[in-house]
Protein backbone atom coordinates (compact mmCIF):
# COMPACT_ATOMS: atom_id res chain seq x y z
CA UNK A 1 0.00 0.00 0.00
CA UNK A 2 1.24 3.88 -0.36
CA UNK A 3 2.94 5.52 1.64
CA UNK A 4 0.14 8.03 1.86
CA UNK A 5 -2.35 5.30 2.78
CA UNK A 6 -0.17 4.52 5.99
CA UNK A 7 -0.46 7.88 7.24
CA UNK A 8 -4.76 8.51 6.92
CA UNK A 9 -4.73 4.55 8.08
CA UNK A 10 -2.83 5.63 11.12
CA UNK A 11 -4.73 9.23 11.80
CA UNK A 12 -8.14 7.34 11.34
CA UNK A 13 -6.96 5.28 14.43
CA UNK A 14 -6.09 7.71 16.56
CA UNK A 15 -8.79 9.69 15.96
CA UNK A 16 -10.75 6.48 16.51
CA UNK A 17 -9.05 5.86 20.05
CA UNK A 18 -9.20 9.56 21.15
CA UNK A 19 -13.08 8.54 20.73
CA UNK A 20 -13.04 6.10 22.83
CA UNK A 21 -12.79 6.01 26.84
CA UNK A 22 -10.06 4.19 27.71
CA UNK A 23 -10.82 0.55 28.68
CA UNK A 24 -8.72 -2.66 28.78
CA UNK A 25 -8.90 -6.26 29.93
CA UNK A 26 -6.50 -7.07 33.36
CA UNK A 27 -7.07 -9.69 35.81
CA UNK A 28 -7.38 -9.31 39.60
CA UNK A 29 -6.27 -12.12 41.89
CA UNK A 30 -6.87 -14.55 38.99
CA UNK A 31 -10.65 -12.76 37.98
CA UNK A 32 -11.28 -10.98 34.35
CA UNK A 33 -11.80 -7.42 35.09
CA UNK A 34 -11.76 -4.42 32.85
CA UNK A 35 -10.10 -1.14 33.91
CA UNK A 36 -11.72 2.04 33.50
CA UNK A 37 -9.02 5.05 33.29
CA UNK A 38 -10.87 8.67 34.00
CA UNK A 39 -8.01 10.98 34.42
CA UNK A 40 -6.27 10.28 37.63
CA UNK A 41 -8.88 7.74 38.39
CA UNK A 42 -9.27 3.88 37.69
CA UNK A 43 -12.30 2.10 38.16
CA UNK A 44 -12.43 -1.90 38.34
CA UNK A 45 -15.16 -3.99 36.93
CA UNK A 46 -15.16 -7.37 37.27
CA UNK A 47 -17.34 -9.95 34.74
CA UNK A 48 -20.26 -9.97 37.46
CA UNK A 49 -20.69 -5.71 37.25
CA UNK A 50 -23.03 -4.55 34.69
CA UNK A 51 -20.40 -1.96 33.78
CA UNK A 52 -18.23 -5.26 32.58
CA UNK A 53 -20.80 -5.99 29.73
CA UNK A 54 -21.24 -2.31 29.20
CA UNK A 55 -17.47 -1.89 28.78
CA UNK A 56 -16.74 -5.44 27.23
CA UNK A 57 -17.03 -4.77 23.12
CA UNK A 58 -15.04 -0.91 23.40
CA UNK A 59 -12.32 -2.83 25.23
CA UNK A 60 -12.30 -5.27 22.37
CA UNK A 61 -12.50 -2.53 19.94
CA UNK A 62 -9.35 -0.67 21.34
CA UNK A 63 -7.51 -3.50 20.95
CA UNK A 64 -8.10 -4.15 17.72
CA UNK A 65 -7.09 -0.80 16.86
CA UNK A 66 -3.72 -0.51 18.86
CA UNK A 67 -3.11 -3.79 17.50
CA UNK A 68 -3.20 -2.60 14.20
CA UNK A 69 -1.67 0.41 14.50
CA UNK A 70 1.16 -1.26 16.30
CA UNK A 71 1.38 -3.53 12.30
CA UNK A 72 0.99 -0.60 10.17
CA UNK A 73 3.78 1.09 12.56
CA UNK A 74 6.20 -1.82 12.12
CA UNK A 75 5.83 -1.86 8.27
CA UNK A 76 6.29 1.69 8.27
CA UNK A 77 10.04 0.91 9.62
CA UNK A 78 10.23 -2.07 7.25
CA UNK A 79 9.49 0.02 3.89
CA UNK A 80 10.19 3.42 4.31
CA UNK A 81 13.26 5.40 5.45
CA UNK A 82 12.19 8.38 7.08
CA UNK A 83 10.21 8.64 10.35
CA UNK A 84 6.53 8.50 10.55
CA UNK A 85 5.69 11.51 12.52
CA UNK A 86 7.55 13.88 10.85
CA UNK A 87 5.96 12.98 7.72
CA UNK A 88 2.21 12.31 8.86
CA UNK A 89 2.59 15.81 10.18
CA UNK A 90 2.78 17.49 7.28
CA UNK A 91 -0.83 15.75 6.20
CA UNK A 92 -4.59 16.36 6.99
CA UNK A 93 -7.66 15.20 5.99
CA UNK A 94 -9.69 17.21 2.84
CA UNK A 95 -13.07 17.72 3.62
CA UNK A 96 -14.07 18.06 0.06
CA UNK A 97 -13.96 16.41 -3.18
CA UNK A 98 -15.91 13.39 -2.39
CA UNK A 99 -19.46 12.60 -2.98
CA UNK A 100 -20.01 9.45 -0.35
CA UNK A 101 -19.24 10.17 2.94
CA UNK A 102 -18.61 7.07 4.83
CA UNK A 103 -21.32 7.43 6.91
CA UNK A 104 -23.61 6.14 3.79
CA UNK A 105 -21.79 2.67 3.62
CA UNK A 106 -23.25 1.74 7.36
CA UNK A 107 -27.16 1.91 5.99
CA UNK A 108 -25.93 -0.04 2.63
CA UNK A 109 -27.17 -3.85 3.32
CA UNK A 110 -24.62 -5.94 1.54
CA UNK A 111 -26.15 -8.77 -0.59
CA UNK A 112 -28.98 -6.78 -1.87
CA UNK A 113 -29.43 -7.82 -5.39
CA UNK A 114 -32.58 -10.07 -5.76
CA UNK A 115 -31.33 -11.08 -9.55
CA UNK A 116 -30.79 -15.02 -9.41
CA UNK A 117 -26.78 -16.45 -8.73
CA UNK A 118 -26.71 -20.14 -10.53
CA UNK A 119 -22.72 -19.81 -10.35
CA UNK A 120 -20.85 -21.25 -7.08
CA UNK A 121 -17.87 -18.91 -6.92
CA UNK A 122 -17.56 -18.46 -3.06
CA UNK A 123 -15.63 -16.60 -0.61
CA UNK A 124 -16.69 -17.40 3.05
CA UNK A 125 -20.29 -17.35 2.60
CA UNK A 126 -20.47 -14.98 -0.26
CA UNK A 127 -21.27 -16.22 -3.99
CA UNK A 128 -19.85 -14.05 -6.52
CA UNK A 129 -21.41 -13.98 -10.24
CA UNK A 130 -18.10 -14.62 -12.19
CA UNK A 131 -14.56 -15.45 -11.90
CA UNK A 132 -13.80 -12.39 -12.28
CA UNK A 133 -15.19 -11.08 -9.08
CA UNK A 134 -13.94 -13.62 -7.06
CA UNK A 135 -10.39 -12.24 -8.00
CA UNK A 136 -11.79 -8.77 -7.16
CA UNK A 137 -13.19 -10.13 -3.65
CA UNK A 138 -9.52 -11.81 -3.08
CA UNK A 139 -7.31 -9.20 -3.51
CA UNK A 140 -9.62 -6.47 -1.43
CA UNK A 141 -9.15 -9.20 1.68
CA UNK A 142 -5.65 -9.44 0.59
CA UNK A 143 -4.94 -5.91 1.14
CA UNK A 144 -7.75 -5.48 3.94
CA UNK A 145 -10.14 -3.06 2.36
CA UNK A 146 -13.44 -3.88 3.71
CA UNK A 147 -16.29 -3.81 1.60
CA UNK A 148 -19.93 -4.79 0.56
CA UNK A 149 -20.89 -6.58 -2.30
CA UNK A 150 -23.91 -5.63 -4.16
CA UNK A 151 -25.48 -3.25 -2.11
CA UNK A 152 -28.36 -1.54 -3.09
CA UNK A 153 -27.90 2.22 -3.67
CA UNK A 154 -30.22 5.15 -5.56
CA UNK A 155 -28.85 6.73 -8.70
CA UNK A 156 -31.93 9.20 -9.66
CA UNK A 157 -35.14 7.47 -10.09
CA UNK A 158 -33.25 4.00 -10.24
CA UNK A 159 -32.29 1.72 -7.94
CA UNK A 160 -28.63 -0.22 -8.64
CA UNK A 161 -26.97 -3.02 -7.27
CA UNK A 162 -22.40 -1.77 -7.35
CA UNK A 163 -20.44 -4.58 -7.43
CA UNK A 164 -18.05 -3.51 -4.79
CA UNK A 165 -18.88 -0.59 -2.16
CA UNK A 166 -15.19 -0.02 -0.96
CA UNK A 167 -15.20 1.39 2.52
CA UNK A 168 -12.48 3.71 3.40
CA UNK A 169 -12.94 5.04 7.12
CA UNK A 170 -9.35 6.83 6.80
CA UNK A 171 -10.83 8.91 3.91
CA UNK A 172 -13.49 9.53 5.06
CA UNK A 173 -15.85 7.62 2.32
CA UNK A 174 -16.80 4.74 -0.02
CA UNK A 175 -16.41 4.46 -3.37
CA UNK A 176 -17.55 2.16 -6.02
CA UNK A 177 -16.19 -0.96 -7.95
CA UNK A 178 -17.80 -2.28 -11.06
CA UNK A 179 -16.89 -5.38 -12.53
CA UNK A 180 -17.62 -5.61 -16.28
CA UNK A 181 -17.38 -8.64 -17.50
CA UNK A 182 -19.03 -9.06 -21.03
CA UNK A 183 -17.55 -5.84 -22.55
CA UNK A 184 -16.84 -7.31 -26.21
CA UNK A 185 -21.04 -8.14 -26.01
CA UNK A 186 -22.47 -5.03 -27.79
CA UNK A 187 -26.00 -5.02 -25.53
CA UNK A 188 -23.72 -5.43 -22.18
CA UNK A 189 -21.56 -2.93 -23.44
CA UNK A 190 -24.33 -0.40 -23.82
CA UNK A 191 -26.04 -1.30 -20.93
CA UNK A 192 -22.92 -0.71 -19.01
CA UNK A 193 -22.74 2.75 -20.88
CA UNK A 194 -26.30 3.74 -19.28
CA UNK A 195 -24.95 2.68 -16.03
CA UNK A 196 -21.81 4.81 -16.07
CA UNK A 197 -23.97 7.60 -17.17
CA UNK A 198 -26.82 7.13 -14.47
CA UNK A 199 -23.51 7.30 -11.87
CA UNK A 200 -22.62 10.37 -13.59
CA UNK A 201 -26.09 12.20 -13.46
CA UNK A 202 -26.17 11.67 -9.65
CA UNK A 203 -22.54 13.31 -9.27
CA UNK A 204 -20.67 10.19 -8.14
CA UNK A 205 -17.71 10.24 -11.09
CA UNK A 206 -15.29 8.04 -12.74
CA UNK A 207 -11.89 7.99 -11.25
CA UNK A 208 -13.31 9.86 -7.90
CA UNK A 209 -16.40 7.80 -6.67
CA UNK A 210 -16.85 5.27 -9.56
CA UNK A 211 -14.23 2.65 -10.94
CA UNK A 212 -13.96 0.11 -13.60
CA UNK A 213 -12.20 -3.58 -13.95
CA UNK A 214 -12.99 -4.74 -17.25
CA UNK A 215 -12.69 -8.10 -19.52
CA UNK A 216 -14.72 -9.88 -22.05
CA UNK A 217 -16.08 -13.39 -22.22
CA UNK A 218 -12.41 -14.67 -23.68
CA UNK A 219 -9.95 -12.83 -21.64
CA UNK A 220 -9.86 -11.82 -17.66
CA UNK A 221 -7.21 -9.89 -15.83
CA UNK A 222 -5.12 -11.74 -13.85
CA UNK A 223 -4.84 -11.61 -9.77
CA UNK A 224 -1.69 -8.92 -10.42
CA UNK A 225 -3.19 -7.03 -12.68
CA UNK A 226 -6.54 -6.50 -10.26
CA UNK A 227 -4.27 -5.83 -7.20
CA UNK A 228 -2.53 -3.15 -9.95
CA UNK A 229 -5.98 -1.73 -10.41
CA UNK A 230 -7.16 -1.54 -6.47
CA UNK A 231 -3.62 -0.02 -6.00
CA UNK A 232 -4.31 2.75 -8.33
CA UNK A 233 -7.38 3.47 -6.19
CA UNK A 234 -6.09 3.80 -3.24
CA UNK A 235 -3.23 5.78 -5.06
CA UNK A 236 -6.13 8.34 -6.46
CA UNK A 237 -7.94 8.35 -3.21
CA UNK A 238 -4.39 9.58 -1.43
CA UNK A 239 -4.43 12.21 -3.64
CA UNK A 240 -7.66 13.62 -3.33
CA UNK A 241 -8.36 12.51 0.44
CA UNK A 242 -4.66 13.69 2.13
CA UNK A 243 -3.50 17.62 1.27
CA UNK A 244 -0.43 19.49 3.11
CA UNK A 245 -0.72 21.49 5.73
CA UNK A 246 -0.77 25.43 4.77
Known sequence: MPKLWYIA?????NDSLSQLPVVKFGVHRDIPIIRLYDGDKQREYR??????SEYYGIAVNREILLSEK??????????????????????????????CKISLSESLQANSNSYKNDNEYFLDTDNYRSRIELRVAEALEEFGINFKYEAKISLGTNTRCPDFTLLFPEFG???????LGKMNENSYAFS??????????????????????????????????IKMDIINIVNRLCEMRLVKNT
Open 70 to 99: DRLLQDWKRLFNEPYESLASQYKLNPNNMA
Open 47 to 52: KTSKHY
Open 9 to 13: RIKWI
Open 173 to 179: CCVFLEV
Open 192 to 225: RGTLIAEYSTSNLLLGRDVYLICGTNNYIPNINL
